[in-house]
Nanobody, 129 residues
Framework: EVQLQASGGGSVAVGESLRLACTTS????????IVWFRQAPGKEREAVAC????????YAAESVKGRAAVTSDKPKNAAYLQVNDLKPDDAAVYYC??????????????????????WGQGTQVTVSS
């Protein structure tokens, strides 16, 4: 059974940093992309950053570029999202998702054609000014 769980959310002040974790099981972690999404009330879900585990490439949306970093720990089947200099617009429920992706040079910010998306439970991030 595929399982993903995001954790590490909380309430932080503007300008602070947060590190989210995504723990996974039930699929070949090294063959999959781990994608971080977020959704704020009244807004569409947005893919903010991701990593393709087979080659270690990372991608970030313009909204967090330069402030966010995605890493993964293959032995632990876990991935992490670090967001620095948090802004009020970063407040959202953050989710991690996974899909198979082993095509070099292709961003994982959009679903790989034909891949099944596996979702985890979200973690709330609140940013106060």
């Amino acid at each position: 059974e595929v399982q993903l769980q995001a954790s590490g959310g909380g309430s932080v002040a503007v300008g602070e940093s947060l590190r989210l974790a995504c723990t996974t099981s039930g699929f070949p972690f090294g063959d999959y992309a781990i994608v971080w999404f977020r959704q704020a009330p009244g807004k569409e879900r947005e893919a903010v950053a991701c990593i393709t585990n087979f080659d270690g490439n990372t991608y970030a949306a313009e909204s967090v570029k330069g402030r966010a970093a995605v890493t993964s720990d293959k032995p632990k089947n876990a991935a992490y999202l670090q967001v620095n200099d948090l802004k009020p617009d970063d407040a959202a429920v953050y989710y991690c998702a996974a899909w198979w992706q082993k095509l070099s040079g292709r961003s994982c910010l959009s679903q790989f054609p034909g891949s099944v998306v596996h979702w985890g439970q979200g973690t709330q991030v609140t940013v106060s000014s």
